[in-house]
């Protein structure tokens, strides 16, 4: 056998391998992306606790808990606690305030209860809930906002069911979750403003982002294979988490952008690209060396001072 189709064979047999061990890993980065661990609540506890986003004292006499159980309309039940304002603040429209609070990733409602304070100190009645897949709701695997977005209208459409349509509504997440209330917003255009903290513009880029400069893997084929085993675990695509596309379409939504500029997790720099997106009413605050989801730690006066601005100016609160 001539040299070089020893060569060739030898040659292909090394592609084939490459390609074989990087679709392994696809496999199981995907897999930890949409059946993620999740931190039990002690530990989510703990979490809050050291970084001071909420105390001990305040989880068990500040905050009071209704909690119940909502079908999402995929079938599984998802656990949601209702949080009742007390501050008998009444607004000229007597409009009841209401927002729905959406978690991050590997997370649950409870680390949300540092934005839950803020507007119940506002007048807002406040819903949390566990996204699918996550502490208590049913354990159906991650889609990172596509499916998450469809579960978050079901608690929307819960609280205006409740409260009735003489309501002013607004969603606030984090992470993983300011992704989905984005999505929510463009897919749905059913509230009337939008809080997006360290949300990602693009699934797919952001996985490109993390393979490259975190994991430091190539981006193709990885991205390639790992969108295949997305679809196939999921019955979703890369592409429909797509942030800066749903809020291309929100021009009618008041829409409040907030990013720490030292995030490693999710660049900053999608931060300007869905701010630049948003047509219509938008504030954009950027908080120097918050790392990912930090920022109301680091500033959380500021955070709050700036929260205020934003919805007096939305006309969602009277300043």
């Known amino acids: 056998m001539p040299w070089y189709f020893i060569f060739i064979i030898i040659l292909l047999s090394v592609i084939v391998l490459l390609l074989i061990c990087d679709f392994i ?39 009071n808990f209704e909690d119940f159980d909502l079908q999402s309309q995929y079938g599984y039940n998802l656990k949601c606690s209702y949080l009742k304002n ?4 009444n607004f000229s429209d007597n409009k009841k305030r209401i927002v729905v609070l959406s978690h991050g990733w590997t997370s649950s409602r409870y680390a949300m209860l540092v934005y839950a304070k803020m507007y119940l100190n506002l007048g807002f009645d406040v819903f949390i809930y566990d996204h699918r897949n996550h502490f208590q709701s049913d354990k159906k695997v991650t889609t990172m906002g596509d499916k998450e977005a469809d579960d978050l209208q079901t608690v929307i459409e819960y609280a205006k069911k409740t409260f009735g349509e003489n309501v002013l509504i607004g969603t606030h997440g984090e992470s993983m ?3 989905t209330v984005m999505i929510n917003a463009g897919r749905y255009h059913s509230v009337d403003f ?6 990602y513009s693009s699934l797919e880029k952001l996985l490109k982002y993390q393979c490259k400069e975190l994991k430091h893997l190539p981006t ?10 997305f679809f196939v675990k999921t019955k979703s695509t890369y592409g429909k988490v797509n942030p800066i596309k749903s809020i291309a379409t929100c021009d009618d ?33 950027v908080y ?18 700036n929260l205020i601005k934003f919805l007096g100016e939305a006309k969602i609160i009277e300043n």
Do not use: W
């Open 25 to 63: 890993i696809a496999y199981f980065i995907t897999k930890t992306m949409v059946e993620p661990y999740c931190a039990p609540i002690d530990d989510v506890l703990k979490h809050e606790y050291k970084y001071q986003r909420i105390n001990k004292d305040e989880f068990e006499h500040y905050f």
């Open 288 to 305: 120097k060396g918050s790392s990912h989801a930090h920022s109301v730690v680091d500033y959380k006066k500021e955070y709050e001072k």
């Open 194 to 199: 939008v809080v997006e903290d360290c949300g």
């Open 253 to 285: 939504i008041p829409m409040y952008f907030i990013h720490g500029d030292n995030d490693k997790f999710v660049p900053s720099y999608m931060v300007y690209k869905n701010y630049d997106a948003k047509p219509g009413f938008k504030m954009l605050s």
């Open 86 to 89: 007390n501050q008998n603040i």
């Open 177 to 179: 979750g300011a992704a």
């Open 220 to 229: 193709f084929p990885t991205i390639f294979f790992g969108n295949f085993i």
